[in-house]
């Protein structure tokens, strides 16, 4: 997707932790450093770093001014660290803040130092006020106003105003935004728009969607995902239609056999749009290496049996700032064949929002060892089974049943509509026990520790950053930040 203004992504969590540092009872102005991912026209907050009050060279009801070393400090940190500085400082006193005319000449007198030490850096500066935020960043040495996008905000106990969706038409940068009655609210979809409303209809419509797994799930999360309204697909698979995928696979026939399982999805998505208008995109290929196709989508669903797969999808919504979906499903059984009894079948459903719920390794669902026997090459898979290393059980099918995953499928499907419309929160993780007749909704936290969306981990890093710097030699280099 492209935008033409800039944008600041900021998780919810993050957003709490500045608010928390940087607006304090004593109602002094406050300074804070956001290390960000500079992905293009987005910077993805990383990273929040305060000062201590004995690092700050000025701290007054109306000023504030971190100490010159701290700022080469963080200043180097962050660029080392391969980041985009953003300056966030307060107005305790404002709802809704404005740069002062004080804060623009501290701009600029930042871009001189700045630019003096790096080639063609990317940073930015941003004021927080009681209620609202106001962002500017440095595009071809000139500041432009960056609009902020919060995200999973109904994790805020209050919201921020002036925040875009990634999700409203009104907001949306993808380049073929449509208009009028091409958005899809007609009679066509009106008992969806009796459920979700006409603006939570055209939300869907604009809404991008990239599904990971054409097989069981996937299949039937993409047909749903077109009927409900979604015009813009992605799907992404690397196997071929087996015989033994015809029971649960949805527009799969005896004919597709052999063929790329996205072929034979798209041509059933196609059949089952309720409009012609729309893009069904195809990869047949490993997501691991076609990554970059994803950034041009608004979320992710993953609805792969790879643990590996699973483990590289979250990472790559915790690097990028998006949000990430995860369904699956797990049957277990007992006794050797021919006399076996199913003791568990559960689905599960995991919304990853970065910084504000936990992700995948939070929640400890990386698996090593699953993965270790995933990356083998068949001869490897049978040379550490032959030496005892791999059970034999380990490399079996693993059991899979229709029920089960439609179940696991609709609730995906539900939680993607109340990301997308906004008529309801979603649940942060849904596990379904078929055979109990039990589903239970979990609330989670993002860990700190986490090592991969913790303080130290790869949250909002992005994958691209100033790209080819130079730092300026010793004597070229001012003696100090600007005052």
Do not use: N
């Given at each position: 997707m492209t935008s033409q203004q800039p944008r600041l992504v900021v998780p919810a969590g993050v957003l709490d932790g500045l608010r928390d540092a940087l607006l304090r009872a004593d109602g002094d102005e406050r300074f804070a450093f956001v290390y960000c991912g500079d992905h293009g026209q987005r910077l993805l907050a990383s990273r929040v770093v305060t000062p201590e009050d004995d690092r700050m060279a000025v701290r007054e009801r109306t000023a504030c001014r971190p100490d010159p070393a701290f700022e080469r400090e963080c200043i180097g940190a962050c660029v080392d660290a391969q980041l985009a500085p953003l300056l966030v400082h307060s107005h305790p006193f404002a709802e809704s803040p404005a740069f002062s005319g004080r804060d623009v000449a501290r701009m600029d007198d930042f871009r001189g130092w700045l630019t003096g030490l790096y080639d063609d850096p990317t940073y930015g500066f941003a004021v927080l006020g009681q209620s609202d935020a106001e962002a500017v960043v440095d595009v071809d040495g000139q500041f432009a106003d960056a609009r902020v996008e919060v995200l999973a905000p109904w994790k805020l106990d209050a919201g921020l105003p002036s925040a875009v969706s990634r999700f409203d038409p009104a907001d949306r940068n993808h380049a073929d935004a449509p208009d009028g009655d091409a958005d899809g609210v007609d009679g066509t979809y009106d008992r969806n728009v009796r459920a979700v409303t006409e603006d939570g209809q055209r939300r869907l419509s604009s809404a991008a969607v990239a599904v990971v797994g054409a097989g069981?799930?996937?299949?039937?999360?993409?047909?749903?995902l077109v009927r409900l309204g979604v015009t813009d697909l992605l799907v992404v698979d690397p196997d071929e239609v087996e015989a033994t995928n015809l029971p649960r696979t949805v527009?799969?026939?005896?004919?597709?056999?052999?063929?790329?399982?996205v072929d034979a999805l798209r041509e059933h998505l196609?059949?089952?749009?309720?409009?012609a208008d729309g893009t069904i995109a195809t990869a047949h290929a490993p997501v691991e290496d076609v990554a970059e196709r994803l950034d041009d989508y608004d979320l992710v669903v993953g609805c792969v049996d790879r643990v590996s797969t699973r483990s590289f999808l979250n990472e790559y919504a915790v690097k990028q700032l998006t949000y990430y979906v995860d369904a699956?499903?797990?049957?277990?059984?007992d006794g050797d064949e021919g006399a076996r009894t199913t003791t568990a079948m559960t689905g599960y459903v995991q919304?990853?929002?970065?910084?504000?719920?936990?992700?995948?390794?939070?929640?400890?669902?990386?698996?090593p060892g699953a993965s270790h026997v995933e990356r083998l090459s068949p001869e490897e898979q049978a040379a550490e089974r032959e030496r005892g290393y791999i059970a034999d059980e380990a490399l079996a099918p693993e059991p899979a049943v229709v029920h089960l995953n439609g179940v696991v499928a609709s609730k995906a499907v539900?939680?993607?509509?109340?990301?997308v419309t906004g008529h309801a929160e979603p649940p942060d993780f849904v596990r379904y026990e078929d055979l109990e007749n039990d589903m239970t909704e979990l609330t989670t936290e993002p860990s700190e520790r986490c090592p991969t969306c913790g303080?130290?981990?790869l949250r909002g890093v992005?994958?691209?950053?100033?790209?080819?710097?130079e730092t300026a030699t010793e004597d070229d280099a001012p003696t100090q930040t600007p005052q």
């Open positions: 069981g799930v996937g299949s039937m999360v993409a047909e749903q527009g799969a026939y005896d004919h597709h056999v052999g063929k790329p399982k196609w059949k089952s749009s309720p409009t699956g499903v797990r049957i277990d059984v919304l990853v929002a970065p910084g504000a719920t936990a992700c995948f390794d939070c929640l400890g669902r990386h698996a539900s939680v993607v509509s109340k990301l303080e130290d981990g992005g994958r691209r950053s100033f790209g080819s710097f």
